[in-house]
Nanobody, 123 residues
Framework: QVQLVESGGDLVQAGGSLRLSCATS????????MGWFRQAPGKEREFVAG???????YYADSVKGRFTISRDNTKNTVYLQMNSLRPEDTAVYYC?????????????????WGQGTQVTVSS
């Protein structure tokens, strides 16, 4: 079982920045596609950003130009840099791994999930 551990969530004012991290001890991490999703209270889980094993990146329209996904295979970690945060970015953020190496916006294509980290943006 692959364990993914998110960190970096916090309370921040609108316009601020946060960097989320998702780490694993899985040695095959470098072959995985990784994604970030978020879920706000009363809403469905939604795709935020993804990065394939070849480092091709994808973003939801709502975060393009503000969020950046990256990965450090030497640390088995994927990051989500979030700038210009808005109150509507408030949610629990989850990372997910796709063992095929691809990434997609569809949650059920991912094989493993982290436990989530809370991001709260105050106005």
């Amino acid at each position: 079982q692959v364990q993914l551990v998110e960190s970096g969530g916090d309370l921040v004012q609108a316009g601020g920045s946060l960097r989320l991290s998702c780490a694993t001890s899985e040695r095959a991490f470098y072959t995985y596609g990784m994604g970030w999703f978020r879920q706000a209270p009363g809403k469905e889980r939604e795709f935020v950003a993804g990065i394939s094993w070849t480092r091709v990146t994808y973003y939801a329209d709502s975060v393009k130009g503000r969020f950046t996904i990256s990965r450090d295979n030497t640390k088995n970690t994927v990051y989500l840099q979030m700038n210009s945060l808005r109150p509507e970015d408030t949610a629990v953020y989850y990372c997910a791994a796709q063992t095929s190496g691809s990434t997609s916006s569809t949650p059920n294509t991912y094989d493993y999930w982290g436990q989530g980290t809370q991001v709260t943006v105050s106005s």
